[in-house]
């Protein structure tokens, strides 16, 4: 995503919060993981996310959104175990490329 600019820090909002993922069953089955019993919910402003898996063409896509803002982030589904480290960094991204401050944020 960072396409020319100065480096960026896009992990820097996620590492205060604890960051709740909800997959759907279909997501759920290609990362071969279970669902959690209870998750903590999430205490970023952006709240917990949902995430459901998509092919689109031979794209095999995650979509992502924010439960409170409905913010989408997409990601590609490669390497799926990865997501969950993956995803904060993408939202920081975006929420950087968008032009959210660092205070707005944590």
Known sequence: MNS???P???HWWYKKA???LRATA???ARMKAAPGESPP???GR???WYASLLVVHSAHLVLCLSERTLLPVIVPA???ATLPTRLPLAVGEILQAIGVAEAGIT
Do not use: A, W
């Open 4 to 6: 020319g600019r100065e």
């Open 8 to 10: 960026t820090r896009p």
């Open 18 to 20: 604890v960051f709740t």
């Open 26 to 28: 279909k997501l759920l």
């Open 41 to 43: 919910s999430s205490t």
């Open 46 to 48: 952006l709240g917990d």
């Open 78 to 80: 490669k390497d799926i």
